[in-house]
């Protein structure tokens, strides 16, 4: 197998807590709600055959508990005024002190050359597109494991939190009401830690940026031996 078709298969930390997980979680629920499905779980075991399709069919279904989690996103953001990131413009914001707001004008102009007079108080819309370049920024420096591990979360605790909003629309259709009821406090826990797994991505990204050296780095040094092979 060629370098290529391995990095093709390999799923990224994201994509095996965000989607697979949350996608196996609902599959399992929709066993003990879909009888016809039960037969899937023999007492014999699972088969490295059949554990395969399970994680493809868990992948597909993660997918498609994103796009439930898309809607659940927006509507928790929009109650608490935008995305944690966004939240650097406001008067009330709580993610940086006011001297590390200050640092982060000035290292917006040395890392990229962006002259902002105040933070505080931008459009949201402006703010957004700078919001993104600074990540990109903090990403080129391999600064970005702290924050991609808060994302990573985030993306599991919204997508376990949307496959409970899926397994309850089914327990309702069938008049559980005790099972609707205890996937509706599942899925409430998953959702306060999304909030607050989201709320440490905001303040993580703008720390990693604070900590960056106004210095850009030196280019990695080619061995005799690379240049030689060139």
């Not at 965000?18 to 088969?47: E, H, N, Q, Y």
């Not at 395969?52 to 279904?61: P, Q």
């Not at 917006?108 to 933070?119: A, H, R």
Request: positive net charge; proline residues 4%; contains cysteine.
């Amino acid at each position: 197998m060629s370098k290529k078709s391995r990095g093709i298969t390999k799923l990224s930390f994201y994509e095996q807590v965000g989607i697979i997980i949350p996608g196996s979680a609902m599959l399992f629920g929709l066993f003990f709600f879909i009888p016809d499905l039960r037969g899937a779980l023999t007492k014999d075991g699972v088969s490295v055959g059949q554990l395969g399709i399970f994680v493809l069919l868990s992948y597909a279904a993660g997918h498609l508990v994103a796009a439930v989690g898309n809607a659940v996103e927006w509507l928790m953001w929009k109650a608490f005024g935008g995305m944690p990131s966004d939240w650097i413009v406001r008067e009330d914001q709580t993610l940086l002190a006011p001297e590390q707001l200050n640092q982060l004008r000035e290292k917006l102009q040395v890392l990229m050359g962006f002259c902002v007079e105040k933070v505080t108080g931008m459009d949201v819309k402006t703010w957004k597109p700078i919001s993104r370049q600074i990540y990109a920024k903090v990403m080129k420096d391999g600064q970005t494991s702290r924050i991609d591990t808060f994302n990573g979360n985030y993306g599991l605790n919204r997508g376990l939190a949307s496959a409970m909003l899926v397994l309850t629309v089914f327990a309702l259709t069938q008049s559980l009401w005790w099972a609707a009821f205890g996937l509706i406090v599942v899925g409430s826990v998953f959702l306060y830690r999304a909030h607050r797994f989201g709320v440490y991505y905001g303040r993580e990204l703008y720390l990693q940026f604070l900590i960056m050296s106004d210095q850009p780095k030196p280019p990695p040094k080619i061995s005799r031996k690379k240049e030689e092979t060139a």
